[in-house]
């Protein structure tokens, strides 16, 4: 069993510098709920793969993340 100290040093806070929120579809506009791939690149780089359910379009988004 592992336990951790009450008084042990926070974890780093980590910062999006892109709002986290459901890309739209660039070729239709429609909402695209989940993403089929998400990959981290242990650098602070998630990419995420996209497909839209109205029109077929695949495309790919970036988020970084920043340690603080």
């Not at 660039?26 to 602070?44: I, K, Q, T, W, Y």
């Amino acid at each position: 069993m592992l336990m951790q100290s009450a008084d042990c040093a926070r974890a780093p806070q980590i910062i999006a510098t892109r709002e986290l929120r459901r890309p739209h579809c660039p070729r239709c506009s429609a909402m695209v709920l989940m993403a089929e791939n998400s990959r981290f690149d242990g650098e602070g780089r998630i990419d995420h793969a996209w497909s839209c359910e109205e029109c077929g379009h695949t495309f790919r988004t970036t988020i970084r993340l920043v340690l603080r």
